[in-house]
């Protein structure tokens, strides 16, 4: 049973630019949660997702950034005109229906030049 | 909102030894999860155990236990016979089990473990 796929595993951009962080969640599991992860800190929550719906998205900022979870396809989170302090590591995670355990993918590494 | 304390920002253990990484929260409800994830050098994030306030046993998995003590609001991570391989970042995360946002895990800081050999 595959785990949660993420990719890209490391992505460069210069400030200005998109990044677009893609998500599979693990078989069987219809809720994707995103979680930042800032140098030398834990992991925060940013958005909570179910197929075509956003559930919570009091993490996230308000401009810039954005969620989907399509019915077909992989969670997207897109972050427009990048700065630097966009960089970090980006974390999606699956679960069936809550509460239950949340598991993890390995994450995207995000650098912005 | 609930607050997730590691006191420990590293330890230092022997190969073979046990350790504990402390983890303390601040909860005003009744119903919770405790969660244990590792995250080794690669960077992933590996859950190890999880412990719901309800368990009348402290979790055990493996070579990893959690010391639950409700009333003094801590869960903390036992290792036993630490190994190499044992030797990353360990985060203590929290997450309501009832009512609204029983979803979102709440992460401490973390705790850098390093095992000698």
């Known amino acids: 049973n595959a785990g949660v796929m993420q990719n890209p595993r490391h992505l460069v951009r210069r400030r200005g630019q998109e990044a677009r962080l893609r998500c599979s969640p693990m078989?069987?599991?219809?809720?994707v949660y995103w979680y930042r992860q800032l140098p030398e800190e834990g992991l925060k929550f940013m958005v909570y997702?179910?197929?075509?719906?956003?559930?919570?998205e009091s993490g996230m900022p308000k401009e810039r950034f954005s969620a989907e979870f399509p019915k077909e396809g992989p969670s997207i989170l897109r972050i427009q005109q990048v700065v630097r302090g966009d960089s970090a590591a980006y974390f999606c995670a699956s679960s069936p229906t809550p509460p239950n355990t949340q598991y993890f993918g390995p994450g995207t590494r995000l650098t912005v030049l | 909102a609930q607050k997730i304390t590691q006191t420990q920002p590293g330890m230092f253990v022997q190969e073979k030894e046990a350790v504990t990484l402390d983890c303390t929260y601040d909860t005003s409800d009744q119903s919770y999860g405790l969660f244990w994830y590792k995250q080794p050098s690669s960077g992933e994030m590996i859950f190890l155990i999880y412990q719901g306030s309800y368990d009348e046993q402290n979790a055990t998995e493996g070579r990893y236990s959690l010391n639950f003590q409700k009333a003094r609001k801590s869960a903390n991570l036992v290792i036993s016979a630490s190994q190499l391989g044992d030797s990353a970042m360990y985060f203590c995360a929290f997450r309501k089990n009832s009512g609204g946002s029983n979803y979102k895990l709440t992460f401490g800081k973390g705790t850098l473990l390093t095992v000698n050999p």
């Open positions: 997702l179910q197929k075509e719906n956003i559930i919570d």
């Open positions: 078989k069987g599991h219809s809720h």
